[in-house]
Nanobody
Framework: VQLVESGGGLVQAGGSARLSCTTV????????MGWYRQTPGKQREWVAH????????SYADSVKGRFTLSKENAKNTVHLQMNSLKPEDTAVYYC?????????????WGQGTQVTVSS
């Protein structure tokens, strides 16, 4: 599965940004999708993921209440709406597919998109 992210950039603290991830491949409506992020010198951190039909979503405590993940099966796209951004949200964000909703097994990674939050 090929995953293509877009929407990163420079944002001021307190602002918003929206990341999108479009897949090239089949059976998007059956895929569990999510986002990870990574800052230099740190391991990749799970951010959120959603079930194949988009009906169930789970978030890391660090982003809960600020980020919203949505899945548009008709467009083979997932979106990560990020509000009330903080400098500590600065990272490269990766779109992923997961084996299933309850495991952390990532099956595909996108190339990543940089989000920089200035204070």
């Amino acid at each position: 599965v090929q995953l293509v992210e877009s929407g990163g950039g420079l944002v001021q603290a307190g602002g918003s940004a929206r990341l999108s991830c479009t897949t090239v491949g089949s059976d998007f409506n059956m895929k569990v999708m999510g986002w990870y992020r990574q800052t230099p010198g740190k391991q990749r951190e799970w951010v959120a993921h959603t079930s194949s039909n988009g009906g169930h979503t789970s978030y890391a405590d660090s982003v809960k209440g600020r980020f919203t993940l949505s899945k548009e099966n008709a467009k083979n796209t997932v979106h990560l709406q990020m509000n009330s951004l903080k400098p500590e949200d600065t990272a490269v964000y990766y779109c992923v597919t997961l084996k299933n909703f309850f495991s952390g097994n990532v099956t595909s990674w996108g190339q990543g998109t940089q989000v920089t939050v200035s204070s």
